[in-house]
C-alpha cells in the first residue's frame, strides 16, 4: 500500500523490520508516544528485541511467521533499505508498510538511484565511494578541486507536511560513520538548496517516514547526491539529545499517520559513534557534562560493529 | 543490602518494582544505556511490560515469583514508596535493592518522616496537605503571611557524589500535580538552601538513586519540607526533554553503580500532565514547536489518572 494509512490510536501496535540498534531506538521513540512495538529479526540476540512488547525472531522468507506478524500488527516500517522485494511485497499485501516499498527498488540499486535523481534535475556525484581522507583526496584529483565536503540531509513526509532537521556534516574512518557535526559548515545557499534538494526526493517517492540523502558540497551552490537512505540513519542520532524531536519519534509519527513535530535544536552538536572496542571506553564518557551516553545492548563486540554513540551538546 | 553495589556492566539486568508510568520510563532510561530490565508487578495491564525484555505478573507476596525474579536480575529498584517491607527484605537477601529499602520505613509514615526531618534541624511543614488554592487559603490563613509556595527539589547520590537538578515549581489541581515550572521563581538564598536540605536529608539516608524532596517556601529564607518521595517522581518528568539528562537515567545510573551525569538545561521548561479524559486532546500538542508529547501505553482511561504529559521547552 503506498498512501499514508489512516492515524493510528496509541494503542496500536507499530510492527518493525529489523532488530538491531535502529529498530531499538525506533522502538523506544514509539513507546514514549504509547505505541506498542513488535520486532521481526533473524537473529536472537536482536538488540530491539529487550525493548519491545512482541518479538519474531524468523527468517524474512519465512512467510508463516510473516503472516502472524502481520495479523499483529498496525503497520509496519523498516529499519534497513535491503528488506527482499518479495518480503516486502508479502507483507504490503496484509498491511500498510511504511515508506512504500517501491522506494526501495529504486535506493537498493546504485545505477537505478543515480538516474532516479538525474531525471529530477538534480546532479548526482561522478563518484561512489568516498569514505577515507586517501579516497578523498584521491576523487578530487579526479573530479577536480575545490576540495568536496561530505553532508547529509533529512526530509520528512507525512502527508504533504515536510519537515528537515538541520544540515549534518558526516566524518567517516575506514568507511564507517564516525563523527556527526550539526550544524554543518555550510552556506545559506547551500543549506537552502539542500532542503530544497531533499524535499524534492521525498516528494517524488511520495515518501512517508524519515529519509536521509547523503550529499557532497563541491563549491558554492553545486551539491551532488551520493545516496538516499529511505530510513532513518545514523547521521540522525544526534537528535535524540540535540534536539526537540528525534528522527526516531519523526519516522514513528509519520507510519502512524500523526503530524511531524516542529524540530527545535538545543545547540551546537557533535555525535561519535563507539565502534568496536572503543565501546570499552564509554566510562570516560559519562560525566563530562551535557553528554549522553547510548550503548545498543549488544553483547558480541567486533571490529567495525556500531556499540553505540556519544552526543554532546554545547548551549549556542 | 545497603551500600551500592559494585558498578554494572551494560548487559546486566536491572529489575524493577511497579509497572506504572514510572517503571515504564525507567525502563526505556535504562535501555539506552544497554541495560536489560525485568518488570515485577501484580496488574497484566501494567504499561511497563510493553518495553521490556522480561516480566514477572504476580503479587507482590508471592515469594516464589520474588525468587524467580531476583535470581533473574542483578539490581532491584522500585518505582513506588509503598514496597511492603517484607517484600522489600525478601528481595535485599538475595540481591541489592536500591534505593536502601529501610528508607520506606521512614517515608512511609507521615510522623516518622517529620521527625527525621526534624532531627536534621530541618522544618517541616506544620499542615499536611496543601494541594488546591482553596486549601492553600485556609492553611495561609491558619500559618500566616506571606504566601506558600510549593517546590520540589531533587537530590541524588551515587557514591558521594550528588547530583540536583534544579528547584521545580508545582502547580496541583483535585490534589493531583498538574503543571510544573522550571526554573521555579525562588531567590538565590532559597535556592541554595533548598539544595542544602536536599543534599543533607539524601546523604542522612545513605541514598542511592533520585529522591525528591517536597517544600513550601514561606518566605525569603524560610523553607519548609513536606515529603519525601524515595523515588523518581512526577515532577521530575520536564528532565526528559528539558535537560541533557532525565532523573530516570540518573535513577538508573545510581542504581548500577554508574558516575552520574551532570545535567544542563536546555532552557526555561514547563511539563503538564494529562489526567483523565485530557489525554483525548493530545493531538493539539503535537505539532508545536519544542512541544513534546509521551503518552503512558495505559488502555483504561479513569478519572484522576495520568496518562500522559506534555513538555514545551523555551530556549533561554
Known amino acids: 500500500m503506498t498512501a499514508a494509512a489512516p492515524a493510528l490510536e496509541p494503542e496500536a501496535t507499530i510492527g518493525i523490520l529489523g532488530g538491531g540498534q535502529l529498530g531499538r531506538m525506533l522502538a523506544l521513540a514509539a513507546a514514549r508516544l504509547g505505541f506498542r512495538c513488535h520486532v521481526f529479526a533473524p537473529s536472537p540476540d536482536s538488540p530491539a528485541f529487550d525493548v519491545v512488547h512482541r518479538v519474531t525472531c524468523a527468517d524474512y522468507t519465512d512467510t508463516e511467521a510473516l503472516d502472524r506478524f502481520a495479523a499483529d500488527v498496525d503497520v509496519v516500517t523498516y529499519e534497513f533499505e535491503n528488506v527482499p522485494a518479495e518480503t516486502a511485497a508479502f507483507l504490503a499485501a496484509r498491511v500498510p508498510v511504511l515508506p512504500n516499498p517501491a522506494i526501495l527498488a529504486t535506493t537498493q540499486d546504485r545505477l537505478v538511484e543515480k538516474n532516479f535523481v538525474t531525471n529530477l534535475g538534480i546532479a548526482t556525484a561522478v563518484f561512489a565511494e568516498v569514505s577515507s581522507p586517501a579516497e578523498l583526496k584521491a576523487a578530487v584529483e579526479r573530479v577536480g578541486r575545490p576540495a568536496v565536503l561530505k553532508t547529509r540531509r533529512f526530509g520528512y513526509d507525512g502527508k504533504g507536511a515536510v519537515e528537515c532537521f538541520d544540515v549534518t556534516e558526516n566524518e ?9 557535526r550539526v550544524p554543518a559548515t555550510l552556506s545559506q545557499q547551500d543549506t537552502v ?83 568496536g572496542r ?27 560493529r556500531k556499540m553505540g554513540h556519544v552526543t554532546r551538546v554545547f548551549a549556542d
Open 193 to 275: 538548496q539542500a532542503r530544497r534538494i531533499a524535499e524534492i526526493v521525498a516528494q517524488k517517492f511520495g515518501y512517508v517516514g524519515v529519509l536521509a540523502v547523503e550529499m557532497f558540497v563541491l563549491r558554492e551552490g553545486e551539491l551532488l547526491v551520493n545516496e538516499i537512505a529511505p530510513r532513518v540513519h545514523n547521521s540522525g542520532h544526534w537528535t535524540l539529545d540535540g534536539a526537540s524531536v528525534s528522527q526516531f519519534e519523526q519516522h514513528i509519527r509519520a507510519v502512524a499517520g500523526w503530524p511531524l513535530a516542529k524540530p527545535v535544536r538545543h545547540g551546537r552538536v557533535e555525535m561519535t559513534n563507539l565502534i
Open 172 to 180: 567517516h574512518r575506514d568507511h564507517i560513520l564516525k563523527t556527526s
Open 278 to 304: 572503543e565501546v570499552e571506553d564509554y566510562r570516560r564518557y559519562l560525566d563530562l557534562p551535557g553528554v549522553a551516553v547510548h550503548l545498543y545492548g549488544k553483547t558480541a563486540i567486533r571490529p567495525g
